[in-house]
Every structure is written in structure tokens, then in C-alpha cells.
């Protein structure tokens, strides 16, 4: 739907005012660790943290450890560009120094020696994208732990350059994914936001999910949406959800996306089941789950199937034999991608006992509806084939983040066929460069280092690509690149064990440090 000025205004002032601001307390994942196991399971093995405060800021977004190399400014700088209606828009910039160091990245990438981007990260422990790239590296060698630190030490960097008066947790700061280089403020944030949940802090994963979909709601470059409901049920946020939704629904029109149409319902049925709730408040929510989850059902009958499928279950002969759960459910490629990242997902939490039974019976009074021709069902299926015509950017750029392979085989041939980068999946259109690459000699080729690094996205399929040799040279390119593959992750095994980080030319005075805030 439009906005006006006046309601997107209003919708602003939701998004902040409905909600408690964030808490640092809440992104420190040692809180929900706390809450769950005690502060003495979860602190006894620590020692006492020493900190070097000339080398160290105060930061909330993660605590700089005694391992990492001493940290010397980066060239990364903040800027505020304008405050407007509550709101202020900030921007990352980059120094000349740190351009140059950006274009020498870009340089290893593209060659064909894995020693290059080795040694840049050698020369610049803080680098940004080198530390991203590398813990996509380390995570595909399931080296967890350190691919976790090198995405710490990523947001540490971003941290030190913060505006003094930037506060991401008011709800009220705005970065624009447009400029380069505050996308890769977004993903460190978000591959952070993921490590915590892999860890079982959905709670602290949440905060973080708020977050970024605070720096630009409107844009939502990351398609957080798609996401903020299932980490709401995973840390049993259930009321959050639910106002999220009705704050939201008028102005985003969520019943439309599957996720929200399915969460909401069981958003509603938990909540139906929990102790505390008196008899009559638990009945009004237990028939409203009912509804929602039989609407979501003839809404989206494309996400039984392949739900039940996931969760190990065996249709009843009369589901599998109707034609509403079957071909005649046949969707647009682009609801396809939906409903194939909300199963792939969110299918462990239709897994329960008590979650199936429920489900069970709403697919019995949907096929009920349906053969008696509610009009619902007409209505629903109207609507499917005037909407989702085509997915935005963004959702392709969260398919391709989530590494949800039931999601990422459903990506169109325009996405799989083009480079894709880990550093920078699909950048808009219309970026707005403030400073463009020199051209470099020799660089026209795609090289296997370059190929390695799209391999990197679950989606890459080297056979599958427009090439113009013929199948002898394509599998001698295969052998190529895993010969080169393997010898990469040498070095970077190598690199990440035994590495010697060069000190920084001490100041005069180190104990003075600009811009210094707590």
C-alpha cells in the first residue's frame, strides 16, 4: 500500500514507540546465557577480563578479547548527513588509506593466488570484508569458533568508528544500504545475529533482528521480515509477534508473506496453551489460531505438502488425495521462493506433538471448506495469481544469506547466472558510490580465486553457469578450482593459526584517543 507522509510518519513512530528500545543488556548474549544456565555456569571458567583502555573502546556490541591484534584505527570514520522527523542518517566513510586497501581486496579476489588476500589481512588485521570473507571460510570448515571471532572482530572495528552521536539501540538511526560501505555494517551484524542463534540465544538474536531492521525499515535491504518471526517463536516472544503484526499489517500488508500468516496462527495457538492463561481468554485464542491457520492454509495451500514432508509425517490418504493440496496448489516462482524459506526454516517448530494435532484438524476443516465451496477459497486464489509476479531484490538477497537449501534451489536463473560475491550478495541497482575503483590491468578473466569465492553461496553450481568452453575444459576447470580451493584453505589454516600481526606505530601519547565515547 502507498504511504502518505503523514502515515509513514506514523509508522516511524510505531516502530519506536510500540516496542521497548533495545537494551545493551540484550545484546550481550552472556544475559540469555544467565537466565538460562546462572551466572556461575556461565562466568566460572572466565578469568578476569584485562583491558588495555589506551587500545580499547567501550563497546556493547561485543567485547574485544586479549587475542585479537592490537586494534590501530582502520580508516573507517562515521558521518552524520542530515536529522530529520526524529531521525538521523548517518553514513560509513572510508579513508584514502583504507580505499586503497579496498581496492587491494578486490585485487585478491580476483587473482589467482590465495596468498594475496593472506597477506593483506596480515598487513590489516581490521579490514572489514577480509575478515568477512574469511570466516565464510572458516564456517564452511566448520571451524565455528573462529569464524564466529573474525565477524567479532569486524563489528569491534565498526564499533570504534560509531558517531559519537549514533545510537542504534533508540530506534531512531538510519544507515542507507545504497552507500557500499554500510553494507558491510549489515551483514556482519547479521551473520553475528545468526552465530547467536546457532548458539541457542534466539532471544539476544532477536535484539539484533530488530536492529537491523531499524537502520532502514522502510527498504528492509535484508528482508528481515522474513526472519523476525521466527526468532519471535523461538524465544517465545509471542506478544511481540503479535503486535509486530497488527502494528504493522496496515502499512506492510504482512498477511500476505507466508511466515507472518503461518506465525501468527501459532503465535496464537502457544499462547492458547500456556498455564497461566484463564479458560475463556484461552478458548477466544485457541479459536483464532484456528482461523488464522485455516485462512493461512487456503491462502498458501502450497506449504502442507512440503511442511509435512520435513517434518517426517505421512499425510492422511484424504489429504494427499485432494487436489487442493496437490498440483492444483501449483504457485508463481516467486511464491515458490516463499514458501520453500518459510518450511525450510520453520519446520522444527511444527514438530511437537501437540503443534501436529493442531494442525491435523485444521487441514480437515480446510478441505471442509473448501468442498463446500466457501468463497474464501476463490478469493484466496485470485489473489495468487495477481500477486507475487515477481520477487524484489531484497528476498533474493535474504534467500541467499539464509543458506536455506530448500530456499536457494528456488532462486530464478537471473540470480544463479550472475557473480554473486559473499562480501556484498546482489548490490542494489542504484547504488550511490562515493568512490570508484581504478581500472586494473589484466582483470578481465574471472579467476578461479574469484570462482572459489562465489562458490562460497549454497547456491553455486559451476557446471551450471553460461560458459563458452566445452565439457572437457569445464571439468578441467573444476579440477583447477578444487586444486586451488584446497590449497586456500591451507593458507588460511596456516594464517589463522601461526599469524603474527605487525604493531602499529605507537603515538606519543597512547593513553589520547579522539572521539573516545563510553
Given amino acids: 500500500k502507498k504511504n502518505t507522509t503523514g502515515d509513514k510518519q506514523v509508522y516511524m513512530i510505531n516502530f519506536i514507540g510500540t516496542y521497548p528500545i533495545l537494551f545493551v543488556r540484550n545484546l550481550n548474549p552472556e544475559t540469555e546465557l544467565k537466565r538460562y544456565f546462572g551466572a556461575r555456569a556461565v562466568l566460572g571458567d572466565q578469568r578476569p577480563r584485562q583491558r588495555q583502555r589506551q587500545f580499547h573502546r567501550s563497546t556493547w556490541m561485543t567485547i574485544p578479547k586479549d587475542t585479537w591484534p592490537r586494534f590501530s584505527r582502520p580508516g573507517i570514520s562515521m558521518t552524520l548527513l542530515e536529522s530529520r522527523d526524529g531521525l538521523q542518517y548517518f553514513t560509513f566513510e572510508h ?41 565464510d571460510v572458516c564456517r564452511i570448515q566448520e571451524d565455528q569458533e573462529m569464524a564466529r571471532d573474525l565477524i567479532e572482530r569486524a563489528l569491534y572495528s565498526f564499533e570504534c568508528a560509531f558517531h559519537p552521536v549514533c545510537s542504534l539501540t533508540s530506534g531512531t538511526s538510519r544507515l542507507d544500504y545504497l552507500r557500499p560501505e554500510n553494507r558491510a555494517f549489515y551483514l556482519a551484524v547479521y551473520k553475528h545475529m545468526m552465530f547467536l542463534e546457532r548458539r541457542g540465544c534466539p532471544r539476544t538474536a532477536l535484539e539484533y533482528c530488530r536492529l537491523i531492521l531499524s537502520l532502514d525499515p522502510d527498504s528492509d535491504p535484508l528482508c528481515m521480515l522474513l526472519l523476525i518471526d521466527f526468532l519471535s517463536l523461538r524465544s517465545r516472544e509471542y506478544n ?33 496453551q500456556e498455564d497461566q492463561t484463564e479458560s475463556e481468554e484461552r478458548e477466544r485464542l485457541k479459536h483464532k489460531a484456528d482461523l488464522l491457520l485455516q485462512n493461512a492454509l487456503i491462502m498458501f495451500p502450497g506449504v502442507l505438502m512440503p511442511l509435512l514432508d520435513l517434518c517426517t509425517v505421512q499425510p492422511d490418504a484424504a489429504v494427499s488425495s485432494h487436489d487442493f493440496f496437490g498440483p492444483r496448489s501449483q504457485q508463481s516462482p516467486a511464491l515458490a521462493e516463499l514458501v520453500s524459506l518459510y518450511v525450510g526454516r520453520t519446520h522444527t517448530l511444527w514438530r511437537e506433538g501437540g503443534v501436529l494435532l493442531w494442525l491435523e484438524e485444521c487441514v480437515r476443516e480446510v478441505l471442509r471448506r473448501v468442498d463446500t465451496k466457501d468463497p474464501l477459497v476463490e478469493d484466496c486464489q485470485n489473489k495468487r495469481k495477481q500477486r ?34 559473499g562480501f556484498d550478495p546482489l548490490p542494489p541497482l542504484d547504488s550511490v558510490a562515493s568512490y570508484t575503483r581504478p581500472e586494473s590491468v589484466g582483470a578481465s578473466n574471472e579467476s578461479t580465486l574469484s570462482l572459489f569465492f562465489r562458490s562460497l553461496l549454497p547456491n553455486f553450481n559451476l557446471q551450471g553457469e553460461p560458459m563458452p568452453q566445452d565439457d572437457l575444459e569445464v571439468a578441467q576447470a573444476g579440477r583447477e578450482l578444487n586444486q586451488e580451493v584446497n590449497r586456500l584453505m591451507v593458507a588460511m589454516r596456516d594464517m589463522l593459526a601461526n599469524i603474527q600481526f605487525q604493531e602499529p606505530p605507537r603515538e606519543d601519547n597512547p593513553d589520547r584517543d579522539e572521539g573516545e565515547w563510553d
Avoid at 581496492?103 to 587473482?111: C, H, N, P, T, Y
Avoid at 594475496?116 to 577480509?130: G, K, T
Avoid at 503484526?245 to 511466515?259: A, C, G, K
Fill in 388 to 421: 507475487y509476479q515477481s520477487a524484489p531484490l531484497n528476498i533474493h538477497r535474504h534467500v541467499i544469506l539464509s543458506e536455506i537449501k530448500e530456499a536457494t534451489s528456488t532462486l530464478p536463473l537471473e540470480v544463479t547466472t550472475q557473480s554473486v560475491m
Fill in 240 to 272: 511481540f509477534l503479535l503486535r509486530l503484526y497488527q502494528d504493522w499489517e496496515v502499512h506492510r500488508n504482512l498477511s500476505q508473506l507466508p511466515n507472518f500468516a503461518f506465525s501468527v496462527a501459532l503465535s496464537h495457538f502457544h499462547l492458547s
Fill in 95 to 135: 579513508s584514502r588509506d583504507y580505499q586503497q586497501i579496498q581496492f587491494k581486496f578486490l585485487d585478491s579476489v580476483e587473482s589467482m593466488d590465495p596468498n594475496n588476500i593472506v597477506a593483506l589481512l596480515q598487513m590489516n588485521p581490521y579490514h572489514i570484508d577480509s575478515l568477512l570473507q574469511l570466516s
